[in-house]
């Protein structure tokens, strides 16, 4: 008897021995094992626009628990944008977001994130053409058909108009500016552009474009500006002008929302950058835990007035 019970002894402790690490292992693996995702942000250029897009990407990491970087380039150099990209790249991050700086200059570094391993999703601007899995953001059609819609009203369908634009190559910017032309000589033909200029995401350049424009053009009726320093120079130009033109413009710089509730400009179509940042960064983790996501995820606009300035902008 006693034998019998000295080698079950025997036996329950190696049994123990043998199982130990097993159970070591498991629990390491439940509490430090799994690799944590680290996620890349990058924008076209260092901008305050951008200041949402910091907010939407750091909640859902961290509602999803991962690592996120959030980069740009100082100016919006396309050079500068692949060279960060490629600095990713060889870090061996587990997704790249990019708002492209231009499109087609991003497609050998977006092929080579893609051939690594790494997803790329493209947010506010993107490089079509391109290996990247998904667009998320707005529907830069909509934006310059609305856009179009917004000013014949102001206009009673004719007259002439200038453009400033943001940075020459971008394709958001190229698309606003083609579709809303195309829009004018199908729904609203006694309306006419007759010069667009590039501010390269420059204000002091954007202000002069509008100067200049307007000094070539002095009967012109119209506005159209499609970048978010626009605003601010279609405003400055009309107070040193000491007059007025009939005007759509994008995005919610303070310099605009001041201008919307001064009664300076009449609206701006507002984006969602908040919601790009907070949809992309989900859309990778939704890729890296192999789900299949849409091509094009499109998030709202929405027209800033005077009438709801307050409600959307509260003064404090």
Known sequence: ???????????????????????????KQQSGGAKK??????????????????????????ELGVDLIIDAP???????????????INQGVDGIAICAVAGDGLKPVIAKAMDAGIPVI???????????????????????????DLLAAQMNNEGDIIVNMGVATAPDQI??????????????????????????????KALANVENMWQAHPNVKGFYGTDSNSGAAVIAAQ???????????????AEIIAGIRNGDIPLTIVQDPYDWAYKTIQALYDVKQG???????????IDVTKANIDELYPKN
């Open 291 to 301: 789900k299949k996501i849409d091509e094009y995820i499109w998030t709202r606009l």
């Open 175 to 204: 698309t606003r500016v083609d579709y809303f032309k195309k829009v004018l000589s199908e729904k609203y033909p006694r309306m006419k552009v007759l010069d667009v200029q590039a501010g390269e995401s420059d204000p002091a």
């Open 74 to 88: 100082a100016r919006a150099d396309i050079a500068l944008q692949v060279n960060m990209i490629e600095n990713y």
């Open 239 to 253: 107070k040193s002008k000491g007059k007025k033109l009939n005007v759509v413009v994008g995005d919610d710089t």
């Open 122 to 148: 493209m947010f506010g601007v993107d490089a079509l053409g391109s290996k990247r899995i998904s667009y998320v953001g707005t529907n830069q059609e909509e934006f310059a058909s609305h856009a179009a």
């Open 1 to 27: 008897m006693k034998k019998k019970m000295f080698l079950a002894a025997v036996t329950a402790i190696i049994a123990l021995i043998l199982a130990q690490p097993l159970f070591a292992g498991g629990a």
């Open 37 to 62: 995702l680290k996620f890349v942000q990058l924008y076209s250029v260092v901008h305050p626009f951008f200041e949402p897009c910091d907010r939407g990407g750091k909640a859902k990491a961290a």
